[in-house]
């Protein structure tokens, strides 16, 4: 499997991307060539790619258990994400409350507080030391006024995975719209949104090996909501726009690529991510494994390491060839520490010293090896030149 990724490079980093399966990029590259033509056009040209489309928007469902109609195609994650929040906002303008979490992804938690800025009321629930929500605190979080929740199925950083299920039903109840961000869940555990109260999830091609631009809102039949964009009768007037079809290929492609390859990412992708954890945990001293380790995708773990920069143990095992994370790609400019971390509580002397390894099922046992072989000895090094370390030593 790991013959795909090349040999001379470690990609542990999957939660920030995915290399796209060879069988997507086969899959697209007669929609670059040879079938071009717009499906909105009345000739066959266009016919032909109209039905491709089709195809594709079916797979999709298949993936989440909806119907193909409830599937809006976009550009990715955070297009969905802005297109669930204000579609819904626009749509209840007399409701002015939004209720999230301080850990959400960027696309979400920013566009939250540019909302509070304009006139709107958040509150952002805690999670606890594991990172999990406190559901009767989501409960309480709740109002007459409340326009809709929009809460992460898993965490990027972490990968824990919070209450969905329970927390849609409770919103449910309330006459609530839920919103779920589940760019990180979707291909990696089983979801059938048939049995359960969500009424919109955003998704993101790019991080389950399709290609970059393509992304998916999912609306349930019935849900209330403005489009983001005014425009042309693409997408059933929700997503105007000329459709990406063959980003539209390459995500159907990888939705059933997906389903093909789910138990692989629950047992062997997950085994090799508990190897390279307790591996580190085992063999260097003053860690933490932040997040739940019961709850969370199977492929993500974050560790930290006290006394050292995280962004000075991504360089030293860059020079290694392996790549990782400290956190979120989009934040990762940035010299703050973690906002996940902050909101768990990590203390500090660890918050800086984190990294994220995201696997994939293109990573294999060789590769595991190797970076449980020379990691230790880049946290060995970095510590033998940190002053902290040093007086932490006595």
């Known amino acids: 499997m790991g013959s795909f990724i090349n040999p001379c490079f470690i990609y542990l980093d999957n939660n920030a991307t995915t290399q796209v399966a060879p069988e997507v990029f086969e899959a697209m590259r007669p929609f670059f060539l040879n079938q071009f033509g717009n499906p909105s056009s009345m000739h066959t040209c266009g016919g032909v790619v109209a039905k491709v489309v089709d195809v594709a928007r079916e797979s999709l469902a298949r993936l989440l258990g909806c119907d193909e109609t409830e599937i809006v195609f976009t550009s990715g994650g955070t297009e969905s994400d802005n297109f669930a929040i204000r579609g819904i906002l626009e749509a209840n303008p007399d409701k002015r409350h939004i209720v999230t979490t301080r850990v959400e992804h960027p696309g979400v938690l920013n566009l939250a507080r540019w909302l509070k800025r304009k006139g709107y009321e958040v509150t952002e629930l805690d999670v606890d030391g594991d990172g999990i929500l406190d559901l009767a605190a989501y409960r309480d979080a709740l109002r007459e006024d409340t326009a809709i929740v929009s809460a992460m ?35 990696k555990i089983p979801m059938d949104l048939s049995k359960l109260q969500v009424d919109l999830l955003s998704l993101s091609g790019h991080k389950l090996h399709g290609p970059k631009g393509i992304g998916a809102l999912y609306v349930r039949r019935g849900t209330r909501i403005r489009p983001l964009m005014h425009g042309g009768h693409q997408e059933r007037g929700r997503r105007p726009g000329t459709e ?87 934040t990762s400019g940035s010299l703050e520490p973690s906002h996940v971390l902050r909101a768990m509580g990590v203390p500090f002397t660890m918050v800086h010293g984190s990294v994220r390894f995201s696997f994939s099922r293109y990573n294999d046992a ?21 002053p902290y370390w040093s007086d932490s030593m006595g």
């Open 366 to 386: 060789d590769q595991v090896e190797y970076v449980s072989r020379e990691f230790p000895k880049v946290v060995a090094d970095l510590r033998g030149i940190s």
């Open 153 to 187: 199925w898993a965490n990027n950083e972490t990968g824990v995975i919070f209450p969905v299920e329970e927390m849609a039903a409770i919103a449910k109840a309330r006459g609530i719209t839920f919103h779920t961000d589940a760019v990180q869940a979707v291909g």
């Open 244 to 330: 990406n079809v063959p980003g539209i290929v390459g995500l159907g492609k990888a939705a059933d690529l997906a389903i093909e390859h789910m138990d692989d990412e629950n047992t062997r992708v997950k085994a090799l991510r508990d190897r390279l954890e307790a591996s580190l945990v085992g063999s260097i001293a003053r860690t933490r494994v932040n997040g739940s380790t019961s709850n969370r995708l199977p492929n993500t773990t974050n560790v930290s390491f006290e006394f050292i920069e995280g962004e000075a143990i991504l360089l030293r095992l860059n020079e290694l060839k392996i790549a990782a994370s400290s956190g979120s790609a989009c």
